[in-house]
T-cell receptor, first 113, second 112 residues
Framework: EAGVAQSPRYKIIEKRQSVAFWCNPISGHATLYWYQQILGQGPKLLIQFQNNGVVDDSQLPKDRFSAERLKGVDSTLKIQPAKLEDSAVYLC???????????FGEGSRLTVL | GENVEQHPSTLSVQEGDSAVIKCTYSDSASNYFPWYKQELGKGPQLIIDIRSNVGEKKDQRIAVTLNKTAKHFSLHITETQPEDSAVYFCAASREGNNRLAFGKGNQVVVIP
């Protein structure tokens, strides 16, 4: 079974530029999550989708971050404009339902200069 | 919201010895407690989880214990092997929403 796919794996941009990350979850998984993992810290939830609807985006900095999950499958996370403090690994995860195991992708590492 | 703390931040053990990592949580309504292992350059992977209706769960060399009264849970790894070297994250959530709050992680180093 294919795992959670993310791209790009690495991205370097200058502050105030924009960036987009893509996630393809495991087939059949209804829930999809974006987490931000700053170096030396645990993952922090940014947004949770159930199918193509947003369940929780309370920790998403909406002035610069946006995410969508069209057709309830793939998802994109966008940052515009980027700040230095956005340097982190952005992890996508999916799950069968609202309970139980989350399956994480390998992440997209963002460096903002 | 939920606040999860892990101790110690780094743990070095001799191969074959046991490793124990402890976590505390703040939300008494949390009832799902997973442990994830993260290797360098990879995403976290679930290794074991426990729900609030049990106090202990084992899976081969790994076990998790839960004390709901004290609001803490621990990961126990016995007969450690070099491949156990990784960062381990504990997390907590209310089952049904799966909004996991992660701790900061423990770096476990197994010395051959």
């Amino acid at each position: 079974e294919a795992g959670v796919a993310q791209s790009p794996r690495y991205k370097i941009i200058e502050k105030r530029q924009s960036v987009a990350f893509w996630c393809n979850p495991i087939s059949g998984h209804a829930t999809l999550y974006w987490y931000q993992q700053i170096l030396g810290q645990g993952p922090k939830l940014l947004i949770q989708f159930q199918n193509n609807g947003v369940v929780d985006d309370s920790q998403l900095p909406k002035d610069r971050f946006s995410a969508e999950r069209l057709k309830g499958v793939d998802s994109t996370l966008k940052i515009q404009p980027a700040k230095l403090e956005d340097s982190a690994v952005y992890l996508c995860a999916s799950g069968l339902s609202n309970t139980g195991e989350l399956f994480f992708g390998e992440g997209s590492r963002l460096t903002v200069l | 919201g939920e606040n999860v703390e892990q101790h110690p931040s780094t743990l070095s053990v001799q191969e074959g010895d046991s490793a124990v990592i402890k976590c505390t949580y703040s939300d008494s309504a949390s009832n799902y407690f997973p442990w994830y292992k993260q290797e360098l350059g990879k995403g976290p992977q679930l290794i074991i989880d426990i729900r609030s209706n049990v106090g202990e769960k084992k899976d081969q060399r790994i076990a998790v214990t839960l004390n709901k009264t004290a609001k803490h849970f621990s990961l126990h790894i016995t007969e450690t092997q070099p491949e156990d070297s990784a960062v381990y994250f504990c997390a907590a959530s209310r089952e049904g929403n799966n909004r996991l709050a992660f701790g900061k992680g423990n770096q476990v180093v197994v010395i051959p």
